[in-house]
């Protein structure tokens, strides 16, 4: 019987219905739950009979030191599974060096990001800071014709990142009416993208483009990647969105774009220090669009990420292929 290592909060709401589904599945389970103070220490002997960890949403971040604390203490550990899609933080590395198999909730929040990204999209394209602006000034302030917004429908949005995520913004702006051009490294065609491309070819497409979606994740190769020059090759007055994370993005050069008007907008998710300092322009700039990182927030996450995890955990137990498992580098 595998010994799963869970937050005293899941344990508390989800457990009783785990250990059900997983009865039911012919795998039976025993639950080590973690102190509910967060400052307590897991007992050695606890966290000695852990196989199993399940880093839910509940633990971040009031939790995280005392979930990983106990992990570290963990010889037996086999399968880390957590509910985020991200795992660029050195502490998931750590896991991985130990041999510990490491696998991510990529996916489940997909539909609720994108829309949050188009949700952007559409108040940029629509000019809403403009009327939000009026609205907080108590200033009655419709659009002038000659700052009348551009139709979105024949526009064109290159998607670098064609993961479940990007693939969902690609499919809600297509229908739109806007044009689709991918970006990743695999060429396989994508039913709601018009056009494949390489990441090479990246710097020949942006002239064609009146938006860059970022849905990549960070890694040696995008980490930095959108910089001065590469802003410099969009036509002036295009606009970027970035649900992905704020390292891929150059934020002076992103800064100095959208003050110059050479980027005519951006909605971001993500920043190069989370959270944004409060002296950053970024707050401040009337084409642009913050959100805390924040672009997940839907009360179903749980529910998928849950569902997720029980395939994986009776895949663990009958030794079959775990979802999204991520590969050691």
Request: glycine share 6%; charged share 20%; with cysteine.
């Amino acid at each position: 019987m595998p010994a799963l290592l869970v937050s005293h909060q899941f344990n508390a709401r989800y457990g009783g219905d785990l250990l059900a589904a997983a009865t039911r599945s012919g795998v039976d389970v025993e639950l080590l739950v973690l102190p509910s103070d967060p400052e307590a220490r897991t007992a050695d002997s606890t966290a000695a009979r852990a196989e199993i960890a399940y880093f839910s949403s509940d633990i971040f971040p009031h939790h995280a030191k005392q979930f990983f604390s106990a992990t570290r203490k963990a010889p037996a550990l086999k399968w880390m599974q957590v509910f985020n899609a991200g795992v660029d933080h050195p502490v998931f590395a750590t896991v991985l060096e130990r041999g510990v198999r490491l696998t991510t909730s990529s996916g489940t929040a997909a539909e609720p990001i994108a829309q949050t990204a188009i949700a952007g999209l559409l108040m940029l394209a629509r000019n809403f800071p403009h009327w939000i602006k009026g609205q907080r000034e108590r200033t009655w302030s419709p659009l002038a014709t000659t700052d009348f917004p551009r139709d979105l429908r024949g526009q064109t949005m290159l998607v670098y990142g064609l993961g479940a995520i990007g693939v969902e913004i690609a499919r809600l702006a297509r229908l739109l009416g806007l044009k689709i051009i991918g970006v990743r490294r695999s060429s396989t065609a994508v039913e709601c993208v018009d056009e494949m491309h390489t990441p090479a070819e990246l710097p020949a497409l942006l002239a064609r483009c009146d938006w860059l979606a970022l849905a990549c994740p960070l890694t040696n190769e995008t980490r930095g990647m959108v910089d001065a020059a590469l802003l410099a090759k969009l036509p002036r007055g295009a606009r970027l969105i970035n649900i992905s994370r704020g390292e891929v993005v150059d934020e002076p050069a992103l800064i100095a774009a959208l003050q110059s008007g050479q980027l005519g907008g951006a909605y971001l998710d993500v920043f190069a220090q989370e959270p944004l300092p409060a002296a950053s322009p970024l707050w401040d700039l009337p084409n642009v669009i913050v959100t805390p990182h924040n672009s997940n927030a839907s009360d179903g996450n749980d529910a998928r990420v849950n569902v997720l995890f029980l395939d994986n955990l009776l895949r663990f137990a009958k030794s079959e292929p775990l979802i999204n498992e991520v590969s050691k580098p």
